[in-house]
């Protein structure tokens, strides 16, 4: 079918083929974005019509078009969750947690994604991204979505602090407070924050001060009662640790803002001065580095190093307070070494919406989610030895947070660390946290006698510092510590036990997707396997022998499929098979849960299986680079993102294989960092019983009706409304209720056999 004129296109609401083509930006693309939300029926209609007219035109192998811009639809899904912030299902607190997950994800944004675009352009790159974008195009485009963001965090703001006040949780101005709150704040500020204050003067002798990455910050302009030179200082707001942003100046939940605090008592800091004005701002720097392991005599000297460049790398936003002097922006953004026309941004409401967080954790259950207890995982109730459990049930599904991290996977590392007959101890460390207590495990277990060596990641992005302490503290006490293979980070999930048994030396692990890290296991969906699969362990054993000194296997992996050597080759040859073995009488299926599908390889291999006739359903929670939808190319192919109260953070892959079905789970994204710079795991999960686990968090996921957003061959998506009368429960309250109706089914025939037992005795 010839391709159809712009003025046809537009019968149909699309401004131009170019339009259909073109990432997910703009303001074309916001329009589509709304009338699909109004919509969604009309709105697949419309972009399964555009597709059909330019299906005769379908662009040729690794063309721009074929492709969806990386940032843009990350930016997407900021929206995504920004709009769990505005919808009214969810409870008060909760949203209030969302807008702050928001504001913290736009952060981070500028800090590696505009920060890196803009290195780029520094360094003279006008290389197009496979999209067929130049990197100031992208910072362009990322700024017109950004700037609508912001309206909608701003009005959301406001909404929620009208719905707070309703529920009795206020933030006043100081203006607002009563004599007895300013009292209260004063004395609050005097006793707890004023020591912390340092304000530093701008003027010959006192150079611009130093403005660190993501601070709030005072500008004051002052000056001595009858003289008319005016002095500067800046004043940082020492907030983070034990301050918080929010005092509470009552008994009940009213609070007023540190920065407000300090700003009307400034005559503490400045005695018989005139203050003339002040002013909030912040700043945002590049959080990117580049590190050349190869000319690295000391990694971890480098990473520190970095570090403390990283400290005054440049400055990529700066936020002020509405109305600031101009003549203070412009000496601000001077100083700064920024544009005042594209980085600067002024509001009228919080900046730094982060710190919304603090309000989101008032202990006030009516307005949270029901609480959630994660269970144990059924086989692990008893307290017999976990590696007699692993060893005589076969391998263990783990489900977090639905099943606790706590009692399965620490409980693993801490008997592993005390079994008398565990010889050695070996496992890679992403990130971790101090309550998870893994690190003291293995420091128990060095004490122990145990042979424990340990792969520190120190590349982890925003981890560097806490993973050079915790690579410190196990060198200390003699454990063997490395930081894996040079010029790959290791961000694969791994533990492996080796156990003197009845029979001999036996291998039992844990391979995971995602981080040792308690804290992140009770909100992030995460998978993990226990295992005593020799094969299995074999493979680990070269995989940690590979990632201590370097030296790749002779062999390859018997079951693991490992980045970079292995796991893309073989994702791609699963996918050929797939077209392969596609039939009528058999039809291909694909199914793959990922955080992201980057990987332009992979891209394309989806394609072709959904131009064989292939089913390929795909779970991809953020980045998605993919067009699903169109005729002729990807009609086969749906896109599906789950946005909800646990960040969706398991990696499942599924091939159905003419019925002999694959299932894969593990460490990798469909990134092309993750599958070629990075050592990754994935593992087969070939228990049957485990299998069908999977396949429900595959079944419950595609039918969410509650947090499932749609994507749409133009990049845009359409969040799913239950029909009337519909339940709209998400597929994450799904799995809370299928683990415990496990539960609750172990219990019940844990009872039956006591009652049995106790009946034998009797009689």
Not at 280 to 306: H, Y
Not at 625 to 646: A, K, Q, W
Request: hydrophobic letters at 40%; glycine letters at 6%.
């Amino acid at each position: 079918m010839a391709p159809k004129t712009d003025n046809q296109l537009k019968k149909i609401g699309i401004a131009s083929l170019a339009d259909l083509v073109a990432p997910a930006g703009g303001a074309a693309w916001r329009k589509k974005r709304k009338d699909a939300s109004d919509d969604k029926k009309s709105a697949k209609k419309k972009n399964r019509a555009a597709a059909d007219m330019i299906a005769g035109a379908a662009p040729g192998p690794r063309e721009p078009g074929l492709f969806l811009n990386r940032e843009m639809t990350w930016l997407s899904f900021n929206y995504r969750v920004l709009n769990e912030a505005g919808d009214k299902r969810t409870p008060l607190l909760e949203r209030i947690k969302f807008l702050a997950i928001a504001a913290s994800n736009l952060d981070e944004f500028f800090m590696k994604r505009i920060g890196g675009l803009k290195q780029q352009i520094g360094a003279g790159v006008h290389d197009l991204s496979i999209d067929g974008r130049t990197p100031i195009q992208q910072i362009k485009e990322c700024a017109e979505i950004i700037g609508d963001m912001r309206k909608q965090m701003h009005n959301l703001y406001l909404e929620l602090i009208r719905d707070m006040e309703k529920r009795g949780i206020v933030i006043a101005s100081y203006d607002k407070l009563s004599s007895g709150e300013r009292e209260t704040a004063r004395a609050y500020y005097l006793k707890n924050i004023y020591p912390l204050v340092t304000p530093l003067a701008m003027d010959p002798a006192h150079p611009f001060p130093f403005i660190s990455n993501l601070s709030l910050n005072l500008l004051v302009t002052l000056n001595y009662p009858d003289e008319p030179t005016v002095i500067m200082a800046r004043i940082k707001v020492p907030v983070g640790g034990a301050v918080p942003r929010f005092l509470r100046v009552d008994e009940s939940f009213r609070f007023v803002a540190l920065e407000e605090v300090i700003a009307n008592n400034l005559d503490l800091l400045f005695p018989d001065m005139e203050i003339a004005s002040c002013e909030l701002f912040r700043v945002t720097r590049n959080s990117n580095t580049e590190i050349d392991e190869e000319q690295a005599g000391d990694l971890m000297a480098m990473i520190e190093t970095e570090l403390r460049h990283r400290k005054f790398a440049p400055i990529v936003l700066m936020e002020t307070e509405a109305g600031i002097n101009p003549v203070h922006r412009g000496m601000l953004a001077a100083e700064l070494g920024l544009d005042e026309n594209t980085d600067v941004f002024e509001t009228d409401v919080m900046i730094g919406m982060r710190d919304l967080f603090e309000l989101a954790s008032l202990v006030i259950p009516e307005l949270h989610d029901s609480d959630h207890h994660p269970i144990t995982n059924v086989k692990l109730q008893d307290n017999r030895n976990i590696f007699h459990i692993i060893r005589n049930n076969g391998p263990i599904l783990l489900q977090h947070p639905y099943e606790s991290f706590v009692t399965s996977v620490t409980r693993f590392i801490m008997e592993a660390g005390i079994d008398p007959k565990v010889q050695a101890i070996k496992m890679t460390l992403y990130r971790t946290s101090a309550d998870t207590n893994i690190i003291e495990h293995l420091i128990k277990a060095a004490r122990n006698g145990k042979q424990v060596a340990v792969v520190v990641e120190l590349k982890a992005r925003f981890d560097e510092a806490a993973n050079i302490q915790w690579a410190s503290r196990l060198e200390e006490v003699g454990i063997h510590v490395t930081y894996g293979v040079l010029g790959l980070k290791t961000h694969s999930k791994l533990v492996l036990v080796v156990r003197r048994d009845y029979n001999g030396l036996k291998r039992y692990a844990h391979i995971g997707t995602g981080n040792y890290h308690a804290g992140t296991a009770r909100i992030y969906s995460d998978l993990g396997l226990l295992t005593a699969d020799d094969e299995i362990g074999k493979d680990l054993t070269r995989l940690f022998n590979y990632l201590t000194t370097g030296c790749k296997p002779l062999q390859d992996y018997n079951k693991l499929l490992a980045a970079p050597k292995t796991m893309k080759k073989a994702l791609l040859s699963k996918i050929e098979r797939e077209i392969s073995l596609h039939s009528r009488k058999m039809p291909g299926r694909i199914r793959l849960k990922t955080n992201a599908l980057e990987d332009p390889d992979i891209v394309m291999a989806l394609y072709r299986a959904s131009q064989a006739g292939v089913k390929v359903e795909l779970i991809v929670r953020d980045t998605c680079r993919l067009r699903p939808g169109i005729p002729g190319l990807s009609d086969n192919i749906t896109v599906v993102s789950i946005v909800g109260r646990f960040l969706e953070h398991s990696r499942i892959y599924y091939f159905q294989n003419a019925g002999d079905e694959e299932y894969f789970i593990g460490s990798a994204d469909l990134m092309s960092r993750n599958l070629e710079s990075r050592v990754e795991v994935i593992v087969p999960v070939e228990g049957e019983e485990q299998r069908k686990d999977l396949k429900r968090i595959f079944d419950a996921q595609l039918k969410d009706k509650r947090a499932a957003w749609d994507m749409m061959p133009d990049g845009s998506y359409v969040q799913r409304r239950p029909e009337p009368g519909q339940r709209f429960e998400s597929s994450q309250q799904t799995l809370i209720a299928a683990a415990e109706k496990r539960h609750h089914e172990a219990n019940r025939l844990l009872k039956r056999k006591i009652t049995t037992i106790a009946r034998r005795a009797i009689t």
